[in-house]
């Protein structure tokens, strides 16, 4: 990498919260992002040159657009710094922070304001299920499903099945972990909820399907909420030596492919692993930071929009071998304990899935996690963690190392 890009801070709202039902807005979601993130960095508002915002969905749950001038809005300090709104579904908070490191690396800007913002609990849950949908090949693929993404990643699942086999008892347990670090963390939407251990059965009362063989502990939330972390170059600390001793970006990975799942299953058939535009972001982002692979890192955060992506991930992260990502969660490899931690946050099916916003929220666990201030979360010792954010069908997937060397 081009000079080092450090993260200053950041900050998280509470997932759990539904701010329409609360007589809220984007306005409030921002703000409270925005002066939350600098609040936690340690700066004033004059000290940002650039704002980056990722958000996937603003006009279809709540008719707003522009969000790019939305931080100027709700503070006028932030008037006249150059601001841009990054679209990629689920991966939008992660293009953003991209974009953001590419002003820094560039010279252009010096300190750089990421925000992830989303509000989905405007509308009722099927109607949020359909706006969510436009990330698939709109009118090519999942014509028949009532639920799009449940749809795609149970075909995911049967693509698994049929080259390696897949016990769906092994995605059950991984959603059940993720529910169960969900329940220390103060920001996780489902901290509070009561969950059974047939909640995590192929029991169609407590866990019923929702598309084909997923159920309804696979999938993760209809979330409201905004993350945000503060990026500045080497010339900042330079000038602010006070700031020094942060987490810093080691190293990055960016892979887009076109928009229908059949392709890329069908680009993969003859490849080791299902999904090798995967497997390169990921590669791409150890090789950046100059780690061997994933056991170069002390944890991961990674994309469970279903626990069938989280099961793609295991593997395609190097975890295990192609296809055997069962072992590594019936080895308890994936617990906080464990080998190789894998969201300690509780990831999108225990914090919350508030699309936009994910690529950030995991960019702020990273962080937390190797300066050591990730609360009850903590993974003892970490010094470096990765990420992966996936949009759509892993139409665009970001990978990041964050480290404190």
Same mark, same amino acid.
């Given at each position: 990498?081009?000079?080092?890009?450090?993260?200053?801070?950041?900050?998280?709202?509470?997932?759990?919260?539904?701010?329409?039902?609360?007589?809220?807005?984007?306005?409030?979601?921002?703000?409270?992002?925005?002066?939350?993130?600098?609040?936690?960095?340690?700066?004033?508002?004059?000290?940002?040159?650039?704002?980056?915002?990722?958000?996937?969905?603003?006009?279809?749950?709540?008719?707003?657009?522009?969000?790019?001038?939305?931080?100027?809005?709700?503070?006028?300090?932030?008037?006249?710094?150059?601001?841009?709104?990054?679209?990629?579904?689920?991966?939008?908070?992660?293009?953003?922070?991209?974009?953001?490191?590419?002003?820094?690396?560039?010279?252009?800007?010096?300190?750089? /304001? *990421?925000?992830?913002?989303? =509000? $989905? @609990?405007?509308?009722?849950?099927?109607?949020? &299920? +359909?706006? #969510? !949908?436009?990330?698939?090949?709109?009118?090519?693929?999942?014509?028949?499903?009532?639920?799009?993404?449940?749809?795609?990643?149970?075909?995911?699942?049967?693509?698994?099945?049929?080259?390696?086999?897949?016990?769906?008892?092994?995605?059950?347990?991984?959603?059940?972990?993720?529910?169960?670090?969900?329940?220390?963390?103060?920001?996780?939407?489902?901290?509070?909820?009561?969950?059974?251990?047939?909640?995590?059965?192929?029991?169609?009362?407590?866990?019923?399907?929702?598309?084909?063989?997923?159920?309804?502990?696979?999938?993760?939330?209809?979330?409201?909420?905004?993350?945000?972390?503060? /990026? *500045?170059?080497?010339?900042? =600390? $330079? @000038?602010?030596?006070?700031?020094?001793?942060? &987490? +810093?970006? #080691? !190293?990055?990975?960016?892979?887009?492919?076109?928009?229908?799942?059949?392709?890329?299953?069908?680009?993969?058939?003859?490849?080791?692993?299902?999904?090798?535009?995967?497997?390169?972001?990921?590669?791409?982002?150890?090789?950046?930071?100059?780690?061997?692979?994933?056991?170069?890192?002390?944890?991961?955060?990674?994309?469970?929009?279903?626990?069938?992506?989280?099961?793609?991930?295991?593997?395609?992260?190097?975890?295990?071998?192609?296809?055997?990502?069962?072992?590594?969660?019936?080895?308890?490899?994936?617990?906080?304990?464990?080998?190789?931690?894998?969201?300690?946050?509780?990831?999108?099916?225990?914090?919350?899935?508030?699309?936009?916003?994910?690529?950030?929220?995991?960019?702020?666990?990273?962080?937390?996690?190797?300066?050591?201030?990730?609360?009850?979360?903590?993974?003892?010792?970490?010094?470096?963690?990765?990420?992966?954010?996936?949009?759509?069908?892993?139409?665009?997937?970001?990978?990041?190392?964050?480290?404190?060397?």
């Amino acid at each position: 990498m081009t000079g080092a890009v450090s993260i200053l801070g950041g900050h998280q709202t509470d997932f759990a919260r539904n701010w329409a039902r609360q007589g809220l807005e984007f306005s409030d979601l921002t703000a409270e992002v925005v002066r939350g993130t600098l609040q936690d960095a340690g700066l004033e508002p004059s000290d940002v040159d650039v704002i980056h915002v990722g958000n996937a969905f603003g006009q279809l749950f709540t008719g707003q657009g522009q969000l790019g001038g939305m931080p100027a809005t709700v503070l006028p300090e932030l008037w006249g710094v150059p601001a841009s709104r990054h679209e990629a579904a689920c991966a939008s908070g992660g293009i953003a922070a991209l974009a953001a490191m590419a002003d820094l690396e560039s010279g252009r800007y010096d300190c750089a /304001l *990421v925000l992830g913002l989303e =509000l $989905e @609990r405007t509308v009722p849950g099927d109607l949020a &299920a +359909r706006h #969510l !949908g436009a990330a698939a090949w709109i009118g090519h693929e999942g014509q028949d499903a009532t639920f799009m993404w449940p749809y795609m990643f149970s075909a995911l699942a049967d693509e698994y099945d049929r080259r390696y086999g897949l016990d769906d008892a092994h995605l059950r347990a991984i959603a059940e972990l993720n529910f169960a670090n969900a329940r220390v963390n103060p920001l996780a939407q489902t901290r509070g909820w009561a969950l059974t251990e047939a909640s995590f059965a192929a029991d169609d009362q407590a866990n019923p399907l929702v598309e084909g063989r997923l159920r309804r502990h696979d999938c993760s939330q209809i979330t409201d909420g905004g993350a945000g972390v503060v /990026l *500045v170059s080497e010339r900042f =600390l $330079e @000038r602010r030596p006070e700031f020094g001793g942060r &987490a +810093r970006i #080691l !190293g990055w990975g960016h892979r887009t492919v076109g928009l229908p799942l059949e392709a890329k299953l069908a680009r993969g058939r003859d490849e080791p692993y299902v999904l090798p535009h995967v497997r390169q972001a990921a590669l791409d982002a150890f090789a950046r930071a100059g780690v061997a692979g994933v056991d170069g890192v002390d944890g991961i955060e990674t994309h469970d929009c279903f626990s069938m992506s989280e099961y793609m991930a295991i593997d395609h992260l190097g975890i295990t071998g192609p296809g055997e990502s069962w072992k590594a969660v019936e080895n308890g490899e994936l617990e906080r304990g464990g080998r190789i931690p894998v969201n300690p946050s509780g990831g999108l099916i225990g914090v919350g899935h508030p699309v936009g916003a994910t690529g950030v929220r995991m960019l702020v666990d990273a962080s937390r996690q190797v300066t050591g201030r990730a609360g009850d979360t903590q993974v003892e010792g970490a010094r470096r963690f990765a990420t992966l954010n996936i949009g759509g069908s892993t139409t665009t997937t970001v990978s990041f190392v964050v480290g404190t060397d």
